[in-house]
């Protein structure tokens, strides 16, 4: 059974910082690629950050530069890093296996101007 359990999600004033993780489970870590999504209210859900297996990495434009996306095979674990939040960024950021319809139930990250 797989299963995705994000966490690090909260409240942070712009030009903060957070940290998600998504540890994942069921599934053979390693040669997966992740990636984190988020969604917006009254918006569809948008692609944040990918990894690859082999740790190349694929970010939005709205990010670039501010995110970070990384993994730890031997924690089965992909974070977040974010850096320089914005208002904007205020969504429920939700980890999910590419190419698969398995999803974490979201953290939300609220940044307050």
């Known amino acids: 059974q797989v299963q995705l359990v994000e966490s690090g999600g909260g409240l942070v004033q712009a030009g903060g910082s957070l940290r998600l993780s998504c540890t994942a489970s069921g599934i053979t870590f390693t040669v997966s690629a992740m990636a984190w999504y988020r969604q917006a209210p009254g918006k569809q859900r948008e692609l944040v950050a990918k990894?690859?297996?082999?740790?190349?990495?694929n970010y939005a434009g709205s990010v670039k530069g501010r995110f970070t996306i990384s993994r730890d095979n031997a924690k089965n674990t992909v974070y977040l890093q974010m850096d320089s939040l914005k208002p904007e960024d205020t969504a429920i950021y939700y980890c999910n296996i590419v190419g698969h319809d398995y999803w974490g139930q979201g953290t939300q990250v609220t940044v307050s101007s």
């Open positions: 990894i690859r297996s082999g740790g190349f990495q």
